[in-house]
């Protein structure tokens, strides 16, 4: 073989890495809906947001200092979620403020407080609407019903029950395959053989709303991490020993990885199970095949996320059984 | 009265006395003659100054009798004449001084077979598609066949018998084809050069205007090495990607596209096996390592009925067989890799072999690079390495039989964590070809083979909790014979049989150590096919020859499997039929017919007709344009019918300048039904039930291909120019609408150019053009939980700019010492020479630092890139 060291290496970095920039119009596609709905088992309330596509790529310029832009939003919508035991609740905007607890871990004790609550990114400007009663039950099924001015949009879901988590640990281990350590949180809980199972599992650093259905309480991070790890019960075995939960990170911040699997002595995080059905489960693996997306060739032709919502919309409604636990 | 009659009978008597007095006896006159090379009329004129004779002959009579080669002193010229007219046709008789050369036989309705095997003197190599011709008052002739075979069957009479083939000297030399029998021919190389010499040239001198056959192409090795290649490495698949007709779906890679079908539609036969992921490194290099390599043919579309099994094309490449006069070394070394090849004798002319290894390191260079902070690796653990073993042996049985056993093997390891870091990818390829030459009788040649392919690949996931090992293989084992029958010379039969066995595992999955996961395994799934064709070629009178065939396939997929039966549009299951080992689960039978019609419109161009029907029965499961080695190959069931395609060619040939130089434009027009392709977002992980993610089409093609050759001269090369376009049609893809695939490229032109500027040094250059490939780009953006997604509607919407790039090379051979058996050359290559940042791929995803927002990103693979190199043998 005849070739200098510098030529294939420079080659082969090059097949993976040498981007630029590319002017890209969209044109002008029909505008659709995007509905982002959850139910779970959690305290309530629960949101569902409501906004409009574009052909825009978003935001060009500098890093945001925390404001979300609000030209998509879609205000004044009827948002009806009904279960089948018969009760039906409107979503109203939600409020500024809201009363309730909000937690701490001290000393291995786990401390929580009443006060005033600010939802922040949660907000009505932004397309979001919440729930008044409705409770989220594991296996039962929901119904979710939204009218746009003329147009209507349907979507179920069934809420599975979720294995129980026995135990969370954190465990020094290997995190990259290039054999670097670092501590990561272990799962263990029982995995019924018998059913099809599809799992989430999540870690936040934030526990101030540890039980609330997530709400203000944020993903580290959570601008470059995309907190969605889904699992498929296929090849789990009848005990799961020690399941790792990861983040899906974007090929940027794998240059700094590791940060977001730095956990200070003291500081608890909350580890959540999640029961998916097999939409949500499809769902959220394909948005996070394009968050991966880094134009090699040996990924499958991208194609868009299926969703489950009837009348032409983009987006997931989902309800969820979660189980969790906290660890330090 | 009587004396009146009297005295012109004296007078005659009188002259006829005269005569007689002067007339020699022949037994009695003797001469001393010497003849070298001479023509029979030369010799009949020495023989004249040597004596008072005069020799009384039709020249046309007597003028295909030379290269007479006689020494005798002091013989009679009866002895002269005998000797000089045996072998011939001719007798001749004495009238007073002259001597009459008369025909002794007229022509006699006996025909006779003359047969033989064509090699090289040097090493030994049978020569595949010499051109061997017999000619008289008419000429026949005939090409070799994969085996150095040739058969003509002439009228009882005598010839000149000439042998030509590229690169050697033209054999030329009287025959007396009087009886049925063997004549084997050693060709002598032409060149000098010592390096070129024992490498085995291909492209025999049939032309391209003579044969009926469309579509197909020889590349000789020695034109493989001298392309100009990314990474300085000769490579038999991107070689052929100049080649009309004939493009890659990316740059950089050996996947081929031949007339607008993907890559999985190739048939790729090393020594008649099937290579079932012919490319190491993700195909970065071909699978082939060219030193151990002798022959590479291309058949486009409409492919003789001998091979069958794929709807694009079938790539034919043959090993050498290994110098069977002496032993010879020659290698290469490199820092990204090394060869070495070593072949000789085991038995002098009877019988040799080869053996041939390559061993390449490229992730230790990365780590390296890596761990000094040279380059960003992103990790010094990369591993990505690849070898490649080729051995070969022959041996001569008998004068009828021959007998061979080769073997290949190859295996890739790749964990590159800059493309993805979380699996250890390993694959690999076995062939094992034994086959048997038998020459029944002059007219019937016969080869059976038993060949074996094991494709396995694997891969391991890595620091996961969920660690686990997925593989997958597939075995492969035919036992075949082919017949030649050259029942005239107008009539060539081609026929055959054979059986295959196929075993395949689509999925397992292991445990790792660590692991919180349990074994799972999908079904099995076998199938055997029997398969049978004839291919007749028949000339009807001078221009016309047409060469039909028929190729016949029955295919049975077996169990034990556990069936799934589906709903109407395979979302779901209804239910479920367990097979025992050995039952017949579904079969297909599949009919092939070809048809190939060549007008001759003057010695040198001709028109051609073509038809076609292929069959496929096996199906490549890829969800990415590339492909990855842990793609999975299934064969048909109930659910993946077979593929079949049909094709219509026409062409137009031309040869100038005593085949210096040759044009030839082919149009060509296909459809393609049952192809499949995956519904969006395909789960294909261990999916026993993979045939909900499937959906079948059909497809469609069509095409001009323009090529223009020169073989001769110290320049040569050539220049091809395709015009293609390339549809698919799959409900439930792009809203049931036509789509280009990823690989339809509307333009391809390509130049390849190469000159011999000394002895010593040789310079060749490369240019291609091409349209851009089809890309998917989203139809827009929506917000889900504050980051931004994107939505598609059309697949493959999207043209990508053109693509175009200069390389060049020169290669430079060490002063030729002949007492000194080593030799080197150094080899100096520059890609890209103007160093233009060709698009590869274009992709829309999230800014890293900005989820809500995307980015569209153009990926471009390289710029310039020289490389040198080192060859040497002895």
């Avoid at chain 1, 939204?146 to 879901?157: W, Y």
């Avoid at chain 2, 890293?848 to 710029?863: F, I």
Wanted: hydrophobic share 35%.
């Amino acid at each position: 073989m005849k070739s200098s060291a510098l030529a294939l290496i420079i080659y082969l970095i090059s097949t993976t890495g040498c981007t630029k920039d590319y002017n890209l119009n969209l044109g002008s596609p029909k505008t659709v809906y995007a509905i982002d709905g959850r139910i779970s088992t959690m305290r309530g309330p629960y949101f569902v947001q409501i906004t409009k596509s574009s052909n825009s790529l978003g935001r060009q310029g500098s890093f945001p200092t925390g404001l979300i832009d609000t030209t998509y939003a879609v205000k004044g919508a009827l948002v009806v979620i009904s279960d089948d035991m018969g009760v039906t609740d409107t979503l109203v905007p939600p409020p500024d403020y809201v009363d309730e607890y909000t937690y701490s871990y001290q000393n291995g004790k786990l401390d929580s407080t009443f006060e005033s609550v600010s939802y922040g990114l949660y907000s009505y400007s932004q397309g979001y609407y919440q729930t008044t009663k409705i409770h989220g039950i594991a296996g039962h099924t929901y119904h979710l019903l939204i009218r746009i001015g003329t147009e209507e949009f349907h979507s179920t879901a069934y809420l599975p029950p979720v294995a129980a988590l026995d135990s969370v640990a954190l465990k020094d281990t290997i995190v990259d395959p290039d054999g670097s350590r670092g501590k990561l949180p272990l799962t263990y809980f029982k995995e019924p053989q018998n059913e099809k199972n599809y799992y989430m599992l999540q870690f936040m650093h934030d526990i101030r709303e540890y039980p609330y259905d997530v709400t203000t309480g944020s993903f580290r991070y959570e601008q470059l991490i995309l907190p969605y790890y889904t699992v498929d019960d296929k090849i789990l075995s009848p005990y799961v020993n020690g399941l790792a939960v990861r983040e899906i990170i974007t090929s940027q911040y794998k240059y700094s990885r590791g940060l977001d699997y730095q956990f200070p002595p003291g500081m608890p995080i909350q580890v959540l199970l999640s029961s998916l059905t097999r939409d949500a489960y499809e769902y959220f693996t394909v948005i996070a095949n394009q968050f991966e997306d880094d134009g090699s060739v040996y990924k499958p032709v991208p194609a868009s996320a299926p969703g489950n919502i009837s009348g032409g919309a983009l987006g997931l409604f989902w309800a969820t059984d979660v189980s969790y636990k906290l660890v330090d | 009265m009587r004396s009146i009659a009297l005295v012109p009978g004296l007078l005659c008597c009188l002259l006829f006395q005269v005569i007689n007095v002067d007339a020699q006896d022949i037994g009695k006159i003797t001469i001393s003659l010497e003849l070298k090379n001479a023509t029979l009329e030369e010799a009949f004129n020495k023989i004249e100054n040597l004596t008072t004779l005069k020799f009384n002959y039709e020249t046309s009579g007597i003028a295909g009798i030379k290269g007479i080669n006689y020494r005798q002193t002091n013989v009679t010229v009866k002895k002269v004449l005998s000797d000089l007219l045996s072998h011939t046709s001719l007798q001749y008789e004495q009238v007073q001084n002259y001597i009459l050369i008369k025909r002794t036989k007229t022509r006699s309705s006996k025909t006779v077979t003359i047969y033989g095997f064509v090699t090289a003197v040097n090493s030994g190599e049978s020569l595949i598609g010499a051109t061997v011709s017999i000619t008289g008052d008419k000429t026949y002739s005939s090409v070799t066949n994969a085996y150095g075979f040739y058969s003509l069957t002439v009228p009882a009479d005598d010839y000149m018998f000439s042998c030509s083939y590229v690169g050697f000297q033209d054999l030329e030399t009287p025959i007396a084809a009087y009886e049925t029998h063997r004549n084997n021919i050693e060709l002598v190389t032409k060149e000098s050069d010592a390096l070129q010499a024992v490498m085995v040239t291909t492209s025999g001198k049939k032309s391209i205007v003579q044969s009926p056959i469309t579509g197909s192409h020889q590349l000789k090795i020695s034109d493989i090495k001298k392309i100009a290649m990314a990474g300085g490495e000769p490579d038999v698949l991107k070689s052929l990607q100049f080649l009309p007709g004939i493009q890659t779906s990316n740059e950089g890679t050996t996947n081929l596209s031949v007339r607008g079908g993907s890559y999985d539609e190739n048939l790729i036969l090393l020594d008649e096996a099937p290579v079932y992921n012919p490319s190491h490194t993700l195909g970065f290099f071909s699978a082939f390592n060219t030193d151990a390599l002798k022959d590479v043919s291309i058949y486009k579309g409409v492919f003789p009925a001998r091979y069958g099994g794929r709807l694009s094309s079938v790539i034919d490449i043959r090993m050498k067989e290994g110098n069977s006069r002496e032993q010879a070394v020659a290698g290469g070394i490199g820092l990204l890799a090394s060869r070495l090849t070593w072949e000789g004798p085991i038995k002098k002319n009877k019988s040799s072999f080869i053996l041939s290894a390559r061993y390449s390191n490229i992730g230790g260079l990365l780590n390296l690079g890596n761990s000094v902070h040279f380059i960003d690796a992103r990790t010094s653990k990369n591993k990505v390495s690849f070898y490649d073993l080729n051995a070969k042996f022959n041996t001569v049985l008998s004068a009828k039989d021959r007998f061979y056993l080769s073997a290949y093997t190859g295996h890739d390891d790749f964990f590159l964590a800059l493309l993805d870091n979380s699996r250890l990818m390993k694959w690999g390829n076995t062939t094992v070809t034994a086959r048997w030459n038998h020459v029944f009788n002059p007219e019937l040649f016969a080869n059976t083979s038993l060949l074996y392919s094991n494709y396995n690949y694997s891969y391991v996931t890595l620091s996961d909790s969920r660690d686990f090992t997925w593989s997958a293989y597939l075995r492969e084992l035919t036992l075949k014979t082919d017949l030649d029958w050259n029942i005239n010379t107008k009539n060539l039969v081609k026929f055959g049989t054979g059986v295959t066995l196929q075993d395949v595992l689509p999925a397992k999955t292991e445990p790792g150590k660590i692991s919180n996961t349990k074994e799972v395994s999908l079904n099995n799934r076998s199938s055997f096919q029997l398969f049978a064709y004839v291919d007749y070629e028949q000339k009807i009178g001078k221009p016309i020859s047409i060469s039909y065939g028929l190729r016949a396939t029955e295919f049975a997929a077996l169990g034990d499997a556990l069936v799934y039966r589906y709903n109407a549009d395979t979302t779901a299951v209804i239910d479920s039929t367990w097979y025992p080992k050995g039952k017949i689960i579904q079969s297909y039978f599949g009919a092939e017919p070809k048809i190939t019609a060549r007008v001759l419109l003057t010695s040198t161009s001709s028109l051609k007709f073509a038809y076609g029907r292929n069959y496929q029965f096996q199906h490549l499961l890829t969800n990415s344009s590339v492909g990855l080695p842990t793609d999975i190959w299934v064969p048909s069931d109930t659910y993946f019918k077979p593929q079949y395609s049909d094709q219509f060619t026409t062409g137009a040939y031309k040869t100038f300048n005593n085949n210096s130089w040759e044009a030839s434009m082919e149009l060509y027009y296909r459809k393609s039904y049952h192809i499949i392709d995956f519904r969006d977002n395909a789960d294909i992980f261990l999916n026993n039930k993979i045939e909900t993610q499937i959906l079948p089409g059909q497809a469609k093609g069509y095409g001009l291909e323009f090529m223009l050759k020169k073989n001769k001269g110290r320049s040569n090369g050539w220049l091809s120019y395709t015009y293609s376009r390339a549809l698919r049609q799959v409900n439930g893809v792009n809203n049931n609408k036509w789509y280009p695939p990823t690989y339809d490229h509307r333009h391809n032109f390509s130049l390849v150019f190469n000159h011999e500027v000394s002895k010593r040094l040789n310079f060749s250059a490369n240019f291609v053009y091409r349209s851009g490939g089809h890309v998917t780009i989203p139809e827009g953006t929506y917000l889900f939980r504050r980051t931004r997604f994107l939505y598609y509607s059309d697949r493959n919407g999207y043209m990508l700019p053109a693509y175009h790039r200069l390389d060049i090379s020169a290669v430079w051979a060490e002063k030729f010492k002949a007492r000194r058996k080593w030799q080197g050359e150094w080899v100096l290559s520059v890609y890209n020479v103007y160093n233009r940042k060709n698009a590869f791929a274009l992709f829309v995803s999230q800014d890293p630092y900005n989820l809500d927002t995307v980015k569209a990103s153009e990926v471009y693979l390289t710029g310039i890139f020289p490389t040198i190199a080192y060859n040497f043998k002895f």
